[in-house]
């Protein structure tokens, strides 16, 4: 097991619980394990005739026993399985917070689901591990410990012959638990198979159809189907195996206590009532005994559980902040480019490229997909870290700025706009919490989004998302772009934004948004070049690097890629409203 | 069936509806014997595994500790007729052997009959689920295509798989082992009547509190339960949902803030736990304290009973043996309602399913025009929801061995034609016409069997070449695989592949090149050697490399046949003896390349945009 420090440190807040929870554990089985000897004690009273009040006091005392012992069960599973949901409470909370400082070139190679699985699947067997696996694991050392010196009071060696098979009996649950496991995985394979050959079938459906295969693919089916049965077989045929054998194992003990126990007794050695005892003993060995192959699997798969939830706590947040710092900064928002290059996995993404984005100016940025375009503009907020030396804001290195500061001061879009499942004010106000009603709503207004809203149920408040109302694309876009400008930033960039409204209404909000910009920095990806006509520079990448730049009319004029980029969208318009 | 709602997966109705359980009993009965056997098993198996105390006893009375006078059990009674048979002495030693062999060969019998009826039921399970699965897979193989176009594929696979495992746990778990709690519970109470009746009452006096005490604890957990999956769907949500928007959360410094919500829900989820937690608790506990009672009372009134010499010792250890096997069948009992439940809304899922009839299907007497290759449509529209209307008052015909190129935006209803030909779907309004006839007086495999799809970006199979060349067709050969690829031009990569022929592709054919890919569907065209041919091109984007791959085999492949071609290239349009222009679901405009040129319209425009840079990059290479 991994970071076996970091592990224990979650059981540092606890100590005291669990100290009192192994404490009730000790007191309920101690307790509990009185009562076999009550029992033999009577049965032998009964033998000698004794009267019927003390067989009274003895019924009465089996009751006490219970009773007193059932408080402490209560308490002991209260305490320790509190004490698991507490700690799992504490990593997961600390898993998240981890998460919220991983930055964004994490996300871009972990799968979501992997993450999810992590946060979800192996966080429960480790609670697993925590809760039921160390309870049941001090329940079986204690009541072990103890039944096994209260049965050697009574016989030696009729404790070491009814206990020869237990050990047999937790190996055999081990060994069969084991083999159905392997087997499991066989099946498990196959079932990935299976699923994946009917999944592409699904998908594949006009094609199956197209071709007249139905009864094919239903023969081809039925052949998979066929085996994922018969690897199943192969596994009840073991797993059948499980729970009469372990009945018949622990029967086996009963039987030689039977056998060799019945012959003491005859031999005198020991009464009926020790007799009668030791397999009251021996019922209490039972449970705990088979439970501990159970134990042992839960304790494997919540160490690696661990290990796997480990990789990911272990990743640093490559990005934060890193001393010598430049307290209480302000961006202006004048960006400097210098000779900027950044690599992901490897592969050159942006070469050596160069620019300075004046306070206030208005600046465009074209290019195909995957010339750079994105990268570029999450280099700036530091979704994405660049190097050393190269990004500058105000003069000052981007390194330098607090991260809370730098992306304070930046209103971003991007590409694939994400809203949260709350209400359109609140999502508006993602990053202004402070923001007042009317604030909000005007930021609406210039994003365009006003009129759509006197449609929603309950306007402002209209409940967004998997429990509410589901938006457009156009209408995602101008509320993650009115989420951006609420938090009046020196600096606004539109990544591909308004992708999803038509070009009447993109010119519209542009127009507000530049009203409404004041001395703000604009930095907009686009793919329609109308909405450049105004930028007073343009820059359009290639590969990563830039291949021209100017305004629009010097663009146009050279006659070189953004021209003829131009020549294509104003067909394409034409033959749009034909 | 209506617009499902997200949630429709969650919702668990009742443990049992009549309707339901008598079709889930159809799926029963071809294994009915296997089910009575697992009846019959269970039943001897709960019996022998409850002989442990009797034996017990019987030993402690006969022999270990045999008090003159006193009432023996029936056990005894058996016991000592089996040993006069064999001429046992039952006196001492010589009786716990006896007994402990008894206990012994009621075990080993138990075992064997357990393990035969885990067996058998989970077999009955296994075939149960086959067919189950073939029905379901065989279903959506005959249902419409737009009853797949409404439901994701990740549903009709929870149907096949998860679904089908709820009733899996139904009928192997479920059915069968109540019986076997119901018979040992009922076995457990035969077995104190007959040992002693009044000590037997006296016993079952806690049977109530047990019943009553289980039900309270299962209900109020199952309500905890509820509590806890709507806060774990909860903090999945939010969990899924600020994974995938960290950038967000990070641009706009809401990192505090998302730990706080984060931690506020995980908390409540948290203190849903506790609750269960409380009553876990408890029942434990109170299973002990209730078990405990029971004993008392055994004690108590069993010890007065011996004392009065109407009880011998042996009985009364018996008694408490089996008192403390009360509560396993009872608890075992009402947690079967929630496998119940589960398979319930399962198989009502499952059958919903089932139950959507196919709406387009082959009528009665089906017409069977000669084969020629003629394709029309007239007047026709089409919409795939109601309002939008994607075709409109669409006329067209295609002569046998003609070329017609369907050409326009995105969108303009292009594929949607196709469609209407091979009866995906069916018009709204007017007729769709091929070799002269309704395509719905045609049966379904006929008319799509004079049909060949080539797309641009293949559906190709996990499966060998010869297999997506051939689809399952047994009645086209090896050596007609092996012809169809050369006439496609495939045979030769193919042929320098390591398995050649039985090459098994990757997921999608990954490992192959997009021409590689495409020669593939060529081939396929060619061994199934309709007289139509559908060509659907998804861009114009092809790489020049493809585009030479391709071009001989396509050539071939259109000749002598009626072609159907969903144009984005301009060597595919040029090729076409006609152009029909679609626009927003109209025939806009149809002619030759070089008339719609002349004419100046829309296809004159989409041409320079679209068709020109072809034009120029399409000229150094040939």
């Known amino acids: ?578 | 069936m209506s617009a499902a709602s997200p949630h429709e997966e969650e919702v668990l109705g009742k443990a049992y509806d009549a309707r339901l359980a008598r079709r889930l009993f159809r799926y029963l009965s071809p294994y009915r014997g296997s089910l009575v056997a697992g009846i019959v098993l269970i039943l001897f198996g709960s019996l022998f595994q409850l002989m442990g105390p009797a034996l017990t006893a019987a030993a402690l009375d006969v022999s270990i500790a045999p008090r003159a006078g006193a009432k023996a059990s029936f056990v005894a009674d058996l016991a000592a007729f089996v040993a006069g048979r064999l001429h046992w002495s039952l006196a001492g030693k010589s009786g716990v052997a006896f007994f402990a062999a008894a206990f012994l060969a009621s075990l080993l019998l138990s075992f064997f009959l357990t393990y035969a009826q885990v067996w058998i039921v989970n077999l009955m399970g296994q075939r149960i689920m086959f067919d189950l699965r073939e029905e379901i897979f065989a279903h959506i193989q005959r249902t419409d295509v737009g009853y797949l176009d409404r439901h994701p594929v990740g549903r009709l696979m929870t149907r096949l798989t998860s679904d089908v495992d709820a009733l899996n746990e139904l009928f192997t778990s479920g059915i069968v082992s109540m019986v076997g709690d119901v018979f040992s519970l009922l076995g457990i109470v035969v077995a104190l009547f007959l040992l002693n009746p009044a000590l037997a009452l006296v016993t079952f006096l806690t049977l109530p509190l047990i019943v009553g005490f289980t039900a309270w604890f299962r209900k109020r957990s199952r309500e905890t339960y509820r509590d806890i999956r709507v806060r774990l769907a909860r903090l999945n949500a939010f969990l899924q949902e600020h994974i995938t928007g960290m950038a967000v959360v990070q641009l706009f410094n809401r990192e505090r803030r998302a730990r706080d919500d984060f931690a506020s829900i995980n908390d409540a989820h948290r203190a849903a736990y506790v609750r269960a937690i409380f009553y876990y608790s408890v029942f434990y506990p109170g299973v002990e304290i209730l078990s405990a009672l029971g004993l008392g009372l055994i004690v108590w009134y069993g010890g007065s009973e011996v004392i009065r010499g109407a009880l011998s010792i042996g009985v009364l250890v018996a008694f408490i043996q089996y008192a403390q096997r009360f509560f396993r069948p009872i608890s075992d009992l009402s947690d079967k309602y929630n496998i119940l439940q589960a398979a319930m809304a399962a198989s009502e899922r499952v059958f919903r399913l089932l139950d959507a009839a196919p709406e387009i299907v082959s009528p009665p007497a089906p017409a069977r025009p000669r084969k020629s290759g003629r394709l029309a449509m007239e007047g026709v529209f089409f919409s795939y929801a109601r309002g939008e209307e994607v075709l409109k008052n669409v006329s067209f015909a295609a002569e046998p061995g003609e070329k017609l190129a369907l050409v326009g935006h995105t969108g303009a209803g292009k594929t949607t034609i196709a469609s209407l030909f091979l009866r995906f779907y069916d018009a709204t309004r007017g007729r769709v016409r091929v070799d002269g006839e309704d395509v719905r007086r045609f049966d379904l495999d006929d008319l799509r069997g004079r049909f060949a799809v080539v797309l641009q970006d293949p559906f190709l199979f996990t499966a060998s070449i010869a297999e997506n060349i051939r689809l399952g067709n047994r009645s086209i050969t090896d050596s007609q695989i092996r012809r169809a690829a050369e006439e496609a031009r495939a045979a030769p990569f193919i042929e320098k592949l390591p398995a050649g022929y039985e090459t098994v592709l990757q997921e999608r054919g990954g490992g192959l090149s997009a021409g590689q890919k495409q020669l593939i569907s060529i081939a396929r065209a060619f061994a199934f050697d309709p007289e139509i041919l559908v060509l659907d091109e998804a861009t114009a984007n092809i790489d020049t490399e493809t585009e030479m791959e391709i071009r001989d085999g396509l050539a071939r492949l259109l000749t002598r046949r009626t072609a159907l071609v969903i144009a984005h290239r301009l060597s595919t349009i040029r090729q076409a003896s006609r152009i029909v222009v679609l626009h927003r679901g109209e025939v806009r405009e149809s002619g030759t390349h070089a008339e719609l040129l002349a004419l100046g319209g829309l296809y004159a425009k989409l041409y320079r945009l679209q068709y020109r840079d072809q034009e120029a990059l399409a000229q150094p290479a040939g």
Not at chain 1, 69 to 98: C, K, P, T, Y
């Open chain 1, 1 to 578: 097991m991994k970071d076996r420090r970091e592990f224990l440190a979650f059981f540092r807040p606890y100590r005291a619980r669990i100290a009192a929870g192994t404490l009730c554990i000790l007191l309920s089985t101690g307790v509990a394990l009185m009562a076999p000897s009550i029992v033999g004690r009577a049965i032998d009273g009964l033998k000698t005739s004794i009267s019927a009040a003390a067989v009274l006091r003895f019924a009465a005392a089996i009751l006490a026993i219970a009773l007193v012992s059932g408080v402490f069960l209560f308490l002991q599973r209260r305490l320790l399985i509190g004490v698991s949901r507490d700690m799992e409470f504490d990593i997961r909370n600390d898993f998240f917070a981890h998460l919220t400082r991983l930055p964004l070139g994490f996300y871009r190679e972990q799968r979501t689901g992997d993450l999810m699985s992590r946060a979800v699947n192996d966080l429960t067997a480790v609670r697993m591990m925590l809760g039921p696996g160390v309870m049941q694991s001090l329940n079986t050392v204690v009541t072990a410990t103890i039944a096994i010196v209260l049965m050697a009071r009574v016989d030696g060696r009729l404790t070491l012959l009814a206990l020869a098979t237990l050990p047999l009996t937790a190996g055999a649950t081990k060994i069969v638990g084991q083999r159905i496991h392997v087997l499991f995985e066989r099946v498990q394979e196959y079932f990935s198979e299976m699923s994946a050959r009917a999944q592409e079938n699904f998908a594949a459906a006009r094609v199956v159809r197209a071709f007249v295969r139905e009864e094919s693919e239903i023969e081809i089916f039925r052949e998979s189907n066929r085996e994922y049965m018969l690897r199943n077989r192969r596994i009840i045929k073991v797993s059948a195996l499980f729970y009469p054998l372990l009945q018949t194992l622990v029967g086996l003990s009963f039987v030689v206590v039977l056998w060799r126990g019945g012959r003491l007794v005859l031999d005198g050695r020991i009464t009926v009532g020790r007799f009668v005892e030791f397999n009251l003993y021996l019922a209490e060995m039972v449970w705990p005994m088979i439970a501990l192959g159970w134990v042992v699997n839960l304790l494997q798969r919540g160490a690696a559980s661990w290990n796997r939830m480990r990789e990911i706590r272990n990743r640093e947040p490559e990005i934060r902040d890193v001393p010598p710092l430049v307290e209480g900064f302000t961006p202006r928002g004048e960006i400097e480019l210098r000779d900027l290059s950044y690599a992901a996995g490897g592969a050159p993404i942006l070469r050596d490229v160069s620019a300075t984005i004046r306070a206030g100016s208005f600046v465009g940025i074209v290019g195909r997909t995957g010339s750079g375009k994105t990268t570029l503009v999450s280099l700036i907020p530091r979704l994405l870290d660049p190097p050393e030396g190269e990004l500058f804001l105000d003069g000052v290195e981007i390194h330098r700025i607090p991260l809370a500061d730098l992306r304070a001061g930046i209103g971003m879009v991007t590409q694939d706009t994400f809203l949260f499942s709350e209400t359109l004010a609140g999502n508006l106000a993602y990053g202004s919490p402070d923001a007042e009603a009317e604030a909000i709503e005007r930021a609406g207004e210039v994003a365009g989004l006003a009129p759509d809203v006197e449609e929603f149920p309950d306007r402002w408040q209209t409940q967004i998302g998997e429990r509410g109302i589901t938006l457009s694309g156009g209408q995602k876009q101008r509320a993650a772009i009115a989420r951006a400008i609420l938090r009046a930033p020196a600096i606004l960039i539109l990544d591909d934004s308004l992708s999803a409204v038509d070009s009447e209404t993109e010119a519209r909000i542009q127009s507000r948004l530049r009203d409404a910009a004041g001395r703000r920095t604009t930095i907009l990806i686009a793919h329609r070049l109308s909405s450049l006509r105004d930028a007073d520079e343009i820059l359009v990448l290639e590969e990563g690097r830039i291949r021209e730049r100017g305004s629009h009319a010097e663009l146009v004029a050279r006659g070189g890629a953004y021209a003829a980029m131009w020549d294509r969208q104003r067909l394409e318009e034409e033959v749009e409203s034909a």
